[in-house]
């Protein structure tokens, strides 16, 4: 009895160092997902250019007069339009 | 105005018939404040009408980045834009130059009502809440007879 007890305390004490030995090998796997960079790079030039464009008013804003109120709001289009739309709005 | 916007500028704003004035509403805190920042910052270079569509666009970008990461992701915006001259930029971004004046505007709209956003004002006619295109064009020709 005590035999077989030693016997596979000695195969469990084998299984683990396997394991401890085995512990290596799943770094090998992580080192895989940090080579994606290079396979990422040459997406990031095709990302960079259409953010710009993608905006259909800054196109707008840069063809239509801005001015400043006298009050010191910012205002686009005609300074002497015969109609004032003001915009009480927050950016959130 | 964030859907009918580019619509109104379209049909009114392009054509001289209206000016468009933007008017601050702080009322989201940090977030409020720091993006009207920007929006003013670039204003000073005559370039606030970009980054008012650049803010508006990208809201949510805004919602899901914490208060101490704000003026680095406005800064980040400020760099598409490629006219504007970013170390002015900067610095009136992180002096927090055009807050004071945008709290007392926001101070004084507030003694007038305007404590919610949007609210538009059609040579002096109020409009509260987001309106339609046919709303907001009926109120517009209106106002142009």
């Given at each position: 009895?005590i035999?077989?007890f030693?016997?596979?305390?000695?195969?469990l004490?084998?299984?683990l160092?396997?394991?401890a030995?085995a512990?290596?090998?799943?770094?090998?796997?992580?080192?895989a997902?940090?080579?994606?960079?290079?396979?990422?790079a040459?997406?990031t030039?095709?990302?960079?250019?259409?953010?710009?464009p993608?905006t259909p008013?800054?196109?707008a804003?840069?063809?239509?007069?801005?001015s400043v109120?006298?009050?010191?709001?910012?205002a686009l289009?005609?300074p002497?339009?015969?109609?004032?739309l003001?915009?009480?709005?927050?950016?959130? | 105005m964030?859907?009918?916007?580019?619509?109104?500028?379209?049909?009114y704003?392009?054509?001289?018939?209206?000016?468009?004035?933007?008017?601050?509403?702080?009322?989201?805190?940090e977030?409020?404040?720091?993006?009207?920042e920007a929006?003013?910052?670039?204003?000073?270079?005559n370039?606030?009408?970009?980054m008012?569509?650049?803010?508006f666009?990208?809201?949510s970008?805004?919602?899901?980045?914490?208060?101490?990461?704000l003026?680095?992701?406005l800064?980040?915006?400020?760099?598409?834009?490629?006219?504007?001259?970013?170390?002015?930029?900067?610095?009136c971004l992180?002096?927090?130059?055009?807050?004071?004046?945008?709290?007392?505007?926001?101070?004084e709209?507030?003694?007038?009502?305007?404590?919610?956003?949007?609210?538009f004002?059609i040579?002096?006619?109020?409009?509260?809440?987001?309106?339609?295109?046919?709303?907001?064009?009926?109120?517009?020709?209106?106002?142009?007879?």
């Open positions: 009895m035999r077989q030693f016997v596979c305390l000695a195969a004490a084998l299984g160092t396997a394991c030995n512990t290596p090998a799943p770094s090998a796997p992580t080192i997902p940090t080579a994606m960079p290079a396979t990422r040459p997406s030039p095709t990302i960079a250019p259409p953010t710009l993608a008013a800054p196109s804003a840069n063809v239509i007069p801005q109120t006298q009050d010191g709001f910012f289009g005609n002497s339009a015969p109609v004032t003001i915009d009480y709005s927050d950016f959130m | 964030l859907t009918v916007e580019p619509a109104i500028i379209e049909r704003v392009r054509a001289g018939r209206v000016k468009l004035v933007f008017r601050d509403v702080l009322n989201h805190g977030r409020s404040q720091r993006t009207s929006a003013a910052c670039a204003g000073k270079q370039q606030f009408w970009q008012h569509a650049i803010l666009e990208r809201q970008e805004v919602y899901a980045t914490s208060n101490d990461k003026v680095d992701l800064l980040t915006w400020g760099k598409e834009l490629r006219e504007l001259d970013q170390t002015a930029f900067a610095q992180t002096a927090r130059a055009p807050l004071k004046q945008l709290q007392a505007a926001d101070a709209q507030r003694a007038r009502g305007i404590t919610s956003q949007p609210i004002e040579n002096g006619k109020r409009l509260a809440g987001l309106q339609s295109i046919e709303a907001m064009t009926a109120a517009l020709d209106a106002a142009l007879k």
